[in-house]
């Protein structure tokens, strides 16, 4: 594979998605922060556009929807709650470049919303993606097997109309799966009928970047052990995702924990899932441990795209975000210089932020994970900025792995 950096216009048949071209991106930058490929989806039998809104379920919408604005630097776009008639919950609409994050959190006690709150915490209740044609998506799930949560139904307001329909994946988690075209007219509102543009009155200090961070690079699934293969079929199978690199046993197990984990991809590679699975080993691993809290398989970390992640961790770390720490011998250890050779700045800097870095045969990516975002330790970010290398920071894993275990092993879960 060559460096996507120089790919030119012509190279390519993909079209930008409507998040994209709000935030201004373009497919050379898309190129280069996520790894999208060009793909026939003429052949695809559920094609699938893109990432359409991360929804999170938690425990204080109102107040996270503030900590996403003031500590990730998001923008609040939409919401909907009992001032226009939803009673049940309150839900806000977040932005950064092209992704989307929806946050709900239960007003009315009988709410659903706080049955699967008390059991999960805090988590990803749906990965919804964006599909030109949802009956066409939902008629291959059927045929392959999944469970059709929502049948395709046509839902409108006075900005539009949009199509959607449901499938079960893991767990509890389900994957909306969102037509924002119908019949020839394109869906105008801030996110789904039924909420409406908001506008936030918090106000960003000076200086402070447009945005830390441009897209969603990939979504990590923990399942229980012995399932990720079934998983795997199931994106195969189902969705038509595509196998992506693979790693197992040795290469991310440290003494105590290990973990299995295999990538499938959407055509054009906008969505890609690794998948974990725990394995054997002395101790209870990272994936136990989250299996345990999230009470069942879940979204574990979601990598969101930089194209500088300096910037973009200086910014956070001001705002109190903490990160998993990497000793400084990972930095120091001749091995690790060599395999790395030169990235786009001095090793120092990296060190300085604790920042990993890994590098394969398309060239490097940098990358750094938070600890845990919310009371139980399960759902945690990863920021990501690629250069070339379309992986998953392989090399990293070990040095990683140790580190969550040191923070594993302060909880006494280890
Ligand atoms: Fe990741």
């Not at 379920?57 to 630097?73: C, I, L, M, S």
């Not at 992640?309 to 109190?320: M, P, W």
Request: aromatic share 8%; glycine share 8%; hydrophobic share 35%.
């Amino acid at each position: 594979m060559t460096d996507t950096t120089t790919a030119t216009p012509q190279d390519t048949h993909i079209d930008l998605t409507e998040q994209e071209r709000e935030a201004d991106l373009n497919i050379h930058e898309l190129k280069r922060l996520v790894g999208l490929v060009d793909y026939d989806e003429s052949k695809d039998p559920f094609p699938v556009t893109g990432w359409d809104a991360i929804v999170f379920v938690v425990g204080n919408a109102t107040q996270a929807a503030q900590y996403y604005q003031n500590v990730w630097g998001m923008e609040l776009v939409g919401y909907s709650g009992p001032e226009n008639g939803n009673r049940d919950h309150k839900a806000f609409v977040l932005k950064s470049g092209s992704i989307r994050f929806v946050l709900k959190g239960a007003v009315s006690p009988d709410s659903p919303l706080i049955a699967h709150h008390a059991l999960h915490g805090d988590g990803v209740v749906d990965i919804s993606l964006e599909v030109p044609d949802v009956d066409k998506c939902i008629a291959q799930a059927k045929a392959a097997g999944a469970r059709v949560v929502l049948e395709p139904e046509t839902v409108s307001d006075e900005y539009g109309s949009v199509r959607i329909g449901a499938i079960a994946t893991y767990g509890e988690t389900r994957h909306t799966l969102v037509q924002r075209t119908v019949d020839g007219q394109t869906y105008a509102g801030p996110y789904l009928p039924g909420y409406d543009a908001k506008v936030s009155t918090f106000v960003k200090r000076d200086g402070a970047p447009k945005r830390l961070f441009q897209a969603l690079d990939h979504i990590v699934g923990n399942v229980e052990l012995g399932k990720m293969d079934e998983w795997v079929s199931f994106y195969n199978r189902v969705m038509g995702f595509v196998n992506m690199a693979e790693f197992i046993g040795d290469d991310i197990a440290t003494d105590y924990s290990a973990l299995m984990s295999k990538v499938v991809a959407n055509g054009n590679h906008r969505v890609k899932f690794p998948l974990n699975e725990p394995a054997i080993a002395k101790k209870k691993s990272q994936i136990d441990e989250y299996l345990e809290f999230y009470k069942g398989p879940g979204a574990q970390h979601l990598a969101l795209a930089t194209n500088d992640i300096l910037r973009t961790v200086d910014e956070l770390r001001k705002e109190g975000v903490e990160f998993l720490d990497t000793p400084d011998a990972y930095y120091d250890d001749p091995e690790m210089r060599a395999r790395i050779g030169e990235v786009r700045v001095p090793i120092e800097e990296l060190k300085a932020r604790k920042i990993l870095v890994d590098r394969d045969e398309d060239g490097y990516l940098l990358q750094i994970f938070t600890k845990p975002l919310g009371d139980r330790p399960t759902v945690f970010f990863e920021i990501i900025e690629r250069h070339g290398s379309l992986g998953f920071g392989k090399g990293n894993f070990k040095a990683l792995f140790e580190s969550i275990e040191r923070e594993q092993d302060k909880r006494g879960n280890l």
